[in-house]
């Protein structure tokens, strides 16, 4: 049974960071590619980062390029998204997503704000 956990959502003001997390389970992540995406109500899931395995190469949206970071650790099957200089239009729930049976987490809400 694939099992997707994100954690790491909360509250921060705009300019504050914010790391998410994601726990893995239920299939081999070491040779998985892994994805966070983003929605809003009313608008279309968009993708916000990926990372491959095992090479780690990495793509962004335009939009948090030079903010954002992915990376992930085998060792834990854990990937993660450090998120830096957060707007208020980064405010989505996020979601982990692997393409092993297209699966997805529950998601985490991340809320920019004063």
């Not at 060792?75 to 239009?89: C, S």
Request: glycine fraction near 10%; proline fraction near 4%; aromatic fraction near 10%.
């Amino acid at each position: 049974q694939v099992r997707l956990v994100e954690s790491g959502g909360g509250l921060v003001q705009p300019g504050g960071s914010l790391r998410l997390s994601c726990a893995a389970s239920g299939f081999t992540f070491s040779t998985s590619s892994m994805s966070w995406y983003r929605q809003n109500p009313g608008k279309e899931r968009e993708l916000v980062a990926r990372i491959t395995s095992p090479s780690g190469s990495t793509n962004y949206a335009n939009s948090v390029k030079g903010r954002f970071t992915i990376s992930r650790d085998n060792a834990k099957n854990t990937v993660y998204l450090q998120m830096n200089n957060l707007k208020p239009e980064d405010t989505a729930v996020y979601y982990c997503y692997t393409p092993y049976r297209g699966s997805w987490g529950q998601g985490t809400q991340v809320t920019v704000s004063s």
